[in-house]
Nanobody
Framework: QVQLVESGGGLVQTGDSLRLSCAAS????????MGWFRQAPGKEREFVAA??????STVYADSVKGRFTISRDKNTEYLQMNSLKPEDTAVYYC????????????????????WGKGTLVTVSS
């Protein structure tokens, strides 16, 4: 059974850092592109960042560019979040897909092959 399991969420203050992890199991994700999406209360799910299967290409939403860094190591992807702001408060989901098509700024992630269940990040002001 394929699983993506996120961890690392929590309650932090403005300006703090967190690192999210997403562990993939059940199959080899070597050739899967991976990304992070988030959904704040009362809002639609939105794209945060993505990394290609080789790790050679990354893309970020404008709202997190320069503050967040996505990386991967075999079957685990990470999201290093620095200079956190209250508007970063959301449930963060990792996702995987064989194509990069849904892993672009503005995407809601429709059609992604696999999803995790999410981890909550709360940034207090």
């Amino acid at each position: 059974q394929v699983q993506l399991v996120e961890s690392g969420g929590g309650l932090v203050q403005t300006g703090d850092s967190l690192r999210l992890s997403c562990a993939a199991s059940g199959r080899t994700f070597t050739y899967y592109n991976m990304g992070w999406f988030r959904q704040a209360p009362g809002k639609e799910r939105e794209f945060v960042a993505a990394i290609s299967w080789s790790g050679s290409s990354t893309v970020y939403a404008d709202s997190v560019k320069g503050r967040f860094t996505i990386s991967r190591d075999k079957n685990t992807e990470y999201l290093q979040m620095n200079s956190l702001k209250p508007e970063d408060t959301a449930v963060y989901y990792c996702a995987a897909d064989l194509t990069m098509a849904p892993l672009v700024p503005g995407s809601k992630g429709d059609g992604m092959d696999y999803w995790g269940k999410g981890t909550l990040v709360t940034v207090s002001s």
